[in-house]
């Protein structure tokens, strides 16, 4: 019996946690059992009555982003390095490695009685796949990352969300399409189907959206998150809705009604997987901490661990800090971060404006002649862009405090070396 055999080698010398983020959680069918698939290329299957790991699956090359249960024993895995893994919880070896995505295998999920597995990838592509036989069957038509994949409760249809936002729905076992949601342009984390056949989503709009299929209607918009929703888990029943943040915090909520009931601070950052491990009482979640947690859905306490509770991020005392917050929306001090709408602040300090490469300045600002410096960038927010380097792409900002000012400026300074004034 799998229990008995890897309690028997875990009594060897206790097998340790995740050495790094947690990216997903999936409980068994009799919610004993627990695994979890980690940035730290492995996968553990968990006791879940303690909380404690039983066994670690060494296997793939690269982060784990995606775990299910099959049954007789056996797990299916999807990874960062392109494959999955079908494995044998007796011995916690693996039994096969399907290949078929040219990139990360981001969501995985097993179709009711367990004889099809489907794999979404960020290669775009949607596989249905044979497990007696490991036979995919590509599902084309996704032109976007393909980020979640759930099977119907009753195996007739399967989902897949990507993104840019588009839901494509598949009829099992053909693979042949069953219709599309457009969304709205917001990437698809994680999908979900009721046992009522109501489809949810969590969305990266920081909103978990249900739909009615059969009515082609959206039936309900959960809006409790301030951060993009990245994990969903339904209680068995289909009364309760899980919903976990990039901002570290669980949601849990009534999927009739979007009543929240529960707001856990669950981890500091990115509560990847969200689970419910068996009734409405108890949730599981997991994130950058590397711990898997369970939670009281009554008191919001943690259960099992007495490991202590994690406090949210502190708001900044700092004024400097606190006024950043102001341009943290387009501007950050990382050397090689291309995300944001304004050029970075590494090294900002004596400056030529307009001089990052690559940045596609305007060129009233690259043509300015100014290097930043405490006058300059005071005079940047007493006048205000405008007047500073006229025709600049800047929003129209200013700071009238001189204070508010210094402080901003001695925060810059301070960052802008990575923590050293030079
Ligand atoms: C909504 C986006 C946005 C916000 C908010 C914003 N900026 Fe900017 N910032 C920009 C853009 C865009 C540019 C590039 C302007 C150009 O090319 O004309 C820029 C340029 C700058 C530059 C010149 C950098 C260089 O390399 O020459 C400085 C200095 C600056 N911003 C300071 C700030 C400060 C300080 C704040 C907060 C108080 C702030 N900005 C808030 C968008 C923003």
Not at 318 to 332: E, P
């Amino acid at each position: 019996m799998v229990l008995a055999l890897l309690l028997t080698s875990a009594s060897a010398g206790a097998v340790a946690g995740h050495g790094g983020p947690i990216k997903a959680i999936a409980v068994s069918p009799d919610s004993k059992l627990a695994l979890t698939g980690s940035f730290d290329y492995t996968v553990i299957l968990w006791d879940l009555s303690t909380v404690t790991p039983l066994g670690r699956m060494v296997g793939h090359d690269a982060a784990v982003d995606a775990v299910a249960f099959l049954p007789g024993h056996r797990a299916i895995s999807g990874s960062d390095d392109d494959s999955l893994i079908l494995w044998n919880l007796t011995d916690g070896k693996p039994l096969a490695r399907w290949k078929a995505h040219t990139a990360k295998v981001a969501a995985v999920a097993v179709a009711p009685g367990g004889r099809l597995v489907a794999s979404g990838g960020w290669d775009h592509k949607v596989i249905l796949w044979t497990v007696a036989t490991g036979t995919p069957r590509l599902l084309a038509g996704h032109e976007a990352n393909v980020n979640a994949v759930a099977f119907s409760a009753d195996g007739s249809l399967l989902a897949s969300g990507d993104y840019d936002g588009r839901i494509m729905l598949w009829h099992v076992p053909d693979g042949t399409p069953a219709g599309t949601l457009r969304g709205n342009g917001f990437p698809v984390n994680a999908l979900d189907f009721a046992p009522d056949g109501r489809l949810v989503a969590a969305l990266g709009d920081d909103t978990v959206r249900v739909f009615d299929l059969a009515a082609k209607r959206e039936a309900l918009r959960y809006i409790g998150h301030t951060e993009p929703v990245v994990s969903l888990a339904l209680s068995p029943d289909g009364t309760l809705a899980a919903s976990g943040s990039s901002r570290g915090t669980v949601e849990v909520w009534r999927l009739a009604t979007g009543e929240t009931l529960r707001n856990i601070y669950a981890t500091l950052g990115v509560v990847w997987a969200v689970a419910f491990p068996g009734d409405d009482a108890r949730v599981v979640s997991a994130g950058n901490d590397g711990a898997l947690r369970e939670w009281s859905v009554a008191t919001g306490a943690e259960i099992v661990g007495g490991r202590p509770a994690i406090a949210p991020p502190p708001e900044p005392t700092d004024r400097g800090a606190a006024l950043f917050r102001k341009c943290q929306a387009c501007h950050d001090f990382d050397p090689n971060d291309r995300s944001k709408a304004g050029p970075t602040f590494w090294h900002l300090i004596d400056r030529p404006a307009g001089s990052v490469a690559g940045y596609p300045y305007s060129p009233a600002l690259k043509a300015s002649g100014l290097v930043w410096n405490e006058a300059t960038i005071n005079r940047l927010f007493a006048d205000g862009p405008q007047a500073v380097a006229p025709g600049s792409k800047m929003p129209l900002q200013k700071m009238p405090s001189a204070r508010d000012r210094a402080d901003l400026i001695q925060y810059l300074k301070l960052h802008a070396y990575g923590g050293r004034v030079e």
